[in-house]
Structures are given as C-alpha cells and as structure tokens.
C-alpha cells in the first residue's frame, strides 16, 4: 500500500542519489568542508551560521550530512527532531500499523542487530520513529480518550480525511482536534498517542 503520509524527503537518505557529490568535487586538504552564510532574523543581520559538509570519503563517492548551526550564545544549537522512539510489546504487530496501515518505511541502514532489544527504524519524512520492542511501564487503560492529552508524537500528513477512511475501514478509534483544525488523534496496538496533523 502507498504511503498516505504523503512526506517528501528534506535531507539525505542512504538511496538519494541527489545527496551523493562525487568526492573529487571536494577539498581533501581538510576532513570538514566549512561555508560561512550570512542570516537575517527579524531584520536583523545576525553573525554567520556554519553549514558543514562531513566528507565520509575521498575515494569514492560519499554522502553528505548537511546541519545549519545558528550561533547562538545561549542555545546548544538544536535544529530538529532527528527520532521519537515508541515502546511496543511485538514488534511485528507495530510493523503491520506503521507499515501496512501508514505506509512508513524501514530505515535499513540504522543498526537494529547490535542493540540488545528487537526494533526497526522507520523513516517519517527525514526523521524516524524507532519502534523498540521492551517493556511497556505505561497502562493500557485509563488513559485519555483524546491523545492530545496524552504523552504523543505528531506527524505531518497531506490529507486527514484519507486516514481517517483508512481508521475508518480498519476498525482503529480515533478522535478529531478539539479546535477544529484538520487533525486526527489515535493510538498504536501499544496504546502510544499519535497526532495525525494536516499540512499544506
């Protein structure tokens, strides 16, 4: 079944060739290739953010981890979510949801073998959930009907009313926003709460 998440790559994947620079394109002078780009914030000319290029090889061609670091005196530099990891009791049973009934990917490149736990990693636009199959301290039941009173995580879709079709036909409760703003609420074979957020 089709992704109905509908998410377009940002950054880079393992298969993205559009992520791939032939290595001769690169300094070999230095490990980091750095450029310097002036930034305006609220009109404001701010000192220069740092773009790094991490050079994997010079032999072959290589991928490229791009991270934009405001400088910023109080902050550590936080740029984005990278993952949300979800506990689950069998990892086959979270894999049928987030696969079959969401469309999400396996990131087969993330090590799952070393860990001492069963898990998978799976791609959400340029960030992951991973599923890790541990021992759940929360409850099943007394927990809030709506989940967005609830510990959750938000994903970004195209279209609510195509997954609550697809809720719909395979039986998954599901509650809508409160406010009236085209998102959808419902909770994995775990009891973990996902918000389901409509963006253009």
């Known amino acids: 079944m089709a992704s109905v998440l509908g998410f377009s790559p940002l950054l880079a994947f393992p298969s993205t060739e559009v992520n791939r620079v032939p290595s001769k394109l690169i300094s070999t002078k230095s490990s980091l290739n750095k450029t310097c780009q002036a930034i305006t914030r609220n009109g404001k000319s701010h000192k220069p953010s740092l773009l790094i290029k991490a050079k994997m090889s010079t032999e072959r061609d290589f991928l490229v981890k791009e991270s934009t670091i405001i400088d910023d005196k109080d902050g550590i530099g936080v740029v984005g979510v990278?993952?949300?990891?979800?506990?689950?009791?069998?990892?086959?049973?979270?894999?049928?949801?987030?696969?079959?009934?969401?469309?999400?990917?396996?990131?087969?490149?993330?090590?799952?073998?070393?860990?001492?736990?069963?898990?998978?990693?799976?791609?959400?636009?340029?960030?992951?959930?991973?599923?890790?199959?541990?021992?759940?301290?929360?409850?099943?039941?007394?927990?809030?009907?709506h989940g967005g009173r609830d510990r959750h995580a938000c994903l970004s879709i195209q279209d609510v009313n195509k997954l609550k079709a697809?809720?719909?036909?395979?039986?998954?409760?599901?509650?809508?926003?409160?406010?009236?703003?085209?998102?959808?609420?419902?909770?994995?074979?775990?009891?973990?709460?996902?918000?389901?957020?409509?963006?253009?």
């Open 166 to 200: 697809i809720f719909d036909k395979a039986g998954i409760s599901y509650t809508l926003s409160r406010s009236g703003r085209p998102a959808i609420f419902a909770r994995d074979p775990d009891g973990n709460a996902l918000e389901f957020t409509q963006v253009d």
């Open 82 to 145: 990278h993952h949300v990891g979800l506990l689950c009791q069998t990892l086959e049973t979270s894999l049928d949801f987030y696969q079959n009934l969401l469309g999400l990917k396996i990131n087969e490149a993330r090590p799952h073998e070393k860990l001492p736990y069963r898990g998978a990693w799976l791609w959400v636009g340029s960030e992951m959930i991973h599923l890790m199959e541990l021992p759940n301290p929360d409850p099943l039941t007394g927990r809030p009907e």
